[in-house]
């Protein structure tokens, strides 16, 4: 099964904003094989007719190392309720040893015997019946439940092993049994059993807890009998015949062993293959473990050629190019098909295998399965479509075809097209937040840039198939940085620009320390002084009154000169802690009347309108800032709020009603010709532009900048148009131009000003990476009067 995707929704409880929940410490990259799992669980405890008094969830060391649990923990939530796993979580501790054991004891009542010593204590109250139970690497608890609250990729990428049981709506395969007050789950042949089934690896027996000071059970051994007589021989044989190791032949071939489907047919079989080493990843920095290909292929074209060899250096390293024999025990790890433990590896000469290649988009309904493992070439020119994990875990998305756009931000765009189109890269490492990260010499890689060339070896991992490259992908730098936006013609120029949380107040959201607010008012200054707006509209501001924007201002006018930017007041900031704001040049553009805004409840950060004139006399305009509600799903999304499935997510009823209390705004206020702007929340195509349009509003940045330019924020690896700019029919006829500056989507997000993961040296007081969105710029021609 393809359990634990990295390749799920990414950021769903987030929204593309940023502004909500944040989620989770960082997420380790591949975990080796066969790791710590959960062995059991029992939820009956202190019940009647209960054996034991206390519920509990036993851990095991499958694997040949030993597994440090510091900063992990389990964490449970009920089988279908809407709770997040985090409201029930335990931390753990220490490391384990092969084939170790690890009891965690739980809430429990007065019937039942007392367990054996816990290795860790916990309050979780579990159900006797059915649940959810994650091993997760963090100490800090996921917010999502895999139901009701889908687990993100992030989230996703921290769960070490998840069991489902009873009537649990999420799980590896089908969920195991239901339980009972006298029935625990039990994980099959001793905790080694691992097919990524839950149903399948677990059985309901009577519980049986067992903790570290049980006796040691490694997988791929037996249990030592305890009255089993030994005979002791009487003579030393002196011509017992020997095999030399590569005159040991193989059992299958690797082709066998993969089989035509996603799930090897020899799971949990020992076999014993033959190939030639096409990637070396030993170290325990990298994937511990080798590729070996079959130079003489099948006749089927339905399976692999290709193995992954769980075998780390210190067991017997290995080169590419060496021809191996190589004992293991087949494993789906997660989905990947491997040998894993490795019991034997003998070179046995030399060898070359040629790179298969490979061309993108796949055909439908076609996937890298076929190819699991093996040496690929993609000879054609691949676009970098997606870098959000580069700087967190090595990972790089490219694809065919040119770039990937959201399938709601404009029409002809296919989401199952835009996958078939894409092939993940990763760098063959199990470092999280390398020093060096791959791509950033001699600038770090843009999206828009095109690599030639791509070679490696077709892994898998965290739900996705991802090349592991074998040589260096040369890359083409052509979507260079544009120092400054284009021009857009006029005598007046309005911006729109989300902040990415500009905060005074360090540690809530925004910086997290006074050096990186620092950094990060340096970032928004320089976009803001190269953007040279008259009037700037802003999202994200702290609503602190004035202090924040004020700051802004400052800094600004400290670089530009003093008074060139003033901050205009907002009479109804809302409720959030992130408002709207307003900043102008008051040399360039005079307010007529007071600033407006609206207390219709359906905004939590209300609209902030504006209107300005050049000179007196001059034509006013009047600039409108939104902030609609984020797509973010929770709980509270229910109704026309809830997913609808069509591409437009959570909250659409809302914005909705948003774009309709912005139409109605501009009426009852008479606010003279209106330009709306802001972080709409919607892309191009959905319902809240098609309403701003319906009643009167034309979109500048669809007449002006060029379909293959017209984008402003980076999600899931697809681009598309969030931040928006609309003018009314009389304003429209004054437009002279529109652009949008990519500083932001088109920039890795490791050139922020955070300072926790992000490589120092990459780090530059310029404009690029300053947000998370791109500004838009928009250039009017407007009539003035005498000064």
Same mark, same amino acid.
């Given at each position: ?29 591949? &975990? ?43 964490? /449970? ?51 006797? *019946? ?6 997760? @690497? ?5 917010? #999502?439940?895999? $139901?009701?609250?889908?687990?993100? &990729? ?35 042949? @001793? ?54 190791? #590569? ?20 799971? !949990? ?57 190589? +004992? ?22 030399? =060898? ?41 875990? =090595? ?52 999206? $828009?840039? +095109? ?8 892994? /898998? ?107 205009? $007041? ?61 797509? %973010? ?36 206020? !008479? ?11 919607? /892309? ?10 319906? %009643? $009167? ?13 017209? /984008? ?57 990476? *300053? ?17």
């Amino acid at each position: 099964m393809r359990a634990l995707s990295r390749a799920l929704a990414a950021l769903a409880t987030l929204g593309v904003t940023a502004t909500g929940v944040a989620v989770l410490t960082p997420a380790p990259a591949l &975990a080796a094989p066969g790791t710590v799992v959960v062995s059991q669980v029992y939820g009956g405890g202190g019940n009647s007719g209960a054996p034991y008094a206390n519920d509990f969830v036993e851990l095991f060391n499958r694997s040949p190392e030993p597994v440090s649990l510091d900063g992990w923990s389990v964490q /449970y939530t009920s089988a279908t309720g809407t709770g997040p796993f985090g409201a029930n979580m335990v931390a753990l501790s220490g490391t384990l040893a092969p084939g170790q054991y690890h009891l965690v004891r739980f809430a429990g009542g007065a019937t039942g015997a007392a367990l054996p010593a816990p290795d860790t204590t916990g309050t979780v109250n579990m159900s006797g *019946s059915s649940g959810k139970v994650v091993l997760a @690497r963090t100490a800090e608890g996921l917010a #999502c439940n895999g $139901g009701s609250l889908p687990c993100t &990729a992030e989230q996703t990428a921290l769960i070490a092993d998840l069991v489902g049981y009873g009537t649990a709506d999420y799980s590896e395969g089908a969920a195991a049994p239901g339980l009972s007050n006298t029935a625990a789950a039990l994980r099959k042949d @001793r905790g080694c059993a691992d097919t990524d089934a839950n149903g399948a690896d677990f059985e309901a027996a009577a519980p049986a807890p067992r903790n570290r000071a049980a006796a040691p059970a490694p997988c791929g051994t037996e249990p030592t009998p305890t009255a089993t007589p030994t005979a002791t021989p009487t003579a030393t044989p002196t011509a017992t015949p020997t095999t030399a190791p #590569c005159e040991t032949p193989a059992t299958h071939r690797i082709a066998q062993v993969q089989g035509s489907g996603d799930a090897s047919p020899l799971a !949990g079989r020992t076999v014993r293959v033959e190939g030639v080493v096409t990637a070396d990843f030993q170290e325990a920095n990298q994937l511990s473990g080798f590729f070996l290909q079959d130079p003489s292929p099948d006749a089927d074209p339905a399976t692999s050629e290709g193995l992954f060899a769980f075998a780390r250096s210190s067991f017997k390293d290995v080169e590419v190019g060496d021809r191996v024999l190589v +004992t293991g025990r087949v494993v789906e790890f997660n989905g990947w098909t491997e040998l894993s433990p490795v019991t034997a590896v003998d070179v046995c000469g030399t =060898g070359t295998i040629k790179p298969v290649r490979q061309s993108l988009p796949r055909a439908e309904g076609a996937t890298f399965e076929r190819i699991e493992n093996m040496l690929v070439t993609f000879p054609e020119p691949l676009t970098v479509s997606d870098h959000y994990n580069l700087g967190r875990y =090595g990972e790089l998305t490219l694809s065919s075809e040119g770039r990937v756009y959201q399938p709601t931000d404009r029409p002809g765009v296919d989401a199952a097209e835009n996958a078939r189109r894409t092939l993940l890269v990763d760098d063959a490492s199990g470092v999280e937040n390398p020093a060096t990260v791959p791509y950033t010499e001699p600038r770090t890689v843009r999206l $828009g840039d +095109t690599a030639l060339g791509v070679t490696g070896v077709m892994g /898998y991992g965290f739900g996705s198939y991802r090349l592991q490259p074998t040589g260096k992908a040369a890359f083409l730098r052509t979507n260079p940085r544009l120092p400054r936006p284009l021009p857009v013609g006029g005598n007046v120029k309005v911006a729109s620009f989300n902040t990415l949380n500009w905060f005074t107040t360090v540690g809530s959201r925004g910086a997290s320390s006074p050096e990186e607010q620092k950094r990060q008012l340096a970032k928004l200054v320089a976009a803001l002084k190269a953007m040279d707006a008259d009037v700037v509209g802003l999202m994200e501001v702290e609503n602190n009154g004035q202090t924040a924007l004020q700051a802004l201002v400052d800094a600004l006018n400290a670089e530009v000169g003093a008074g060139t930017y003033a901050a205009l $007041g907002n009479p109804n900031p809302g409720t959030d802690v992130i408002k709207v704001a307003m900043i102008y040049k008051p040399a360039r553009v005079q307010p007529v009347g007071e600033a407006r805004s609206t207390s219709d409840p359906v905004f939590k950060r209300p609209p902030l309108a504006q209107t300005f004139r050049r000179g007196k006399g001059g034509q006013p305009f009047t600039v409108i800032v939104n902030h609609y509600k984020s797509k %973010g799903c929770d709980e509270e999304a229910t109704g026309d709020n809830a997913d609808a499935g069509d591409g437009q997510s959570c909250y659409n009823g809302d914005r909705v009603r948003e774009a309709r209390a912005t139409l109605a705004m501009v009426e009852s206020l !008479g606010l003279p010709n209106p330009l709306v702007l802001g972080d709409l929340n919607a /892309y191009g195509e959905e319902d809240p532009i098609d309403t701003l349009e319906a %009643g $009167g509003l034309t979109s500048v940045t669809k007449r002006f900048v060029p379909a293959p330019l017209r /984008y402003s924020y980076l999600f899931q690896g697809q681009v598309g148009e969030l931040d928006h700019a609309l003018a009314g029919r009389q304003l429209l006829r004054r437009v002279t131009g529109a652009t949008i500056w990519h500083i932001n989507a088109d920039e890795a997000r490791m050139l922020d000003y955070n300072q926790e993961f992000n490589p120092p040296g990459l780090y530059a007081p310029d404009a690029f990476r *300053s947000s998370d969105h791109d500004p838009v710029i928009v250039g009017l021609n407007l009539p003035g009067g005498r000064g």
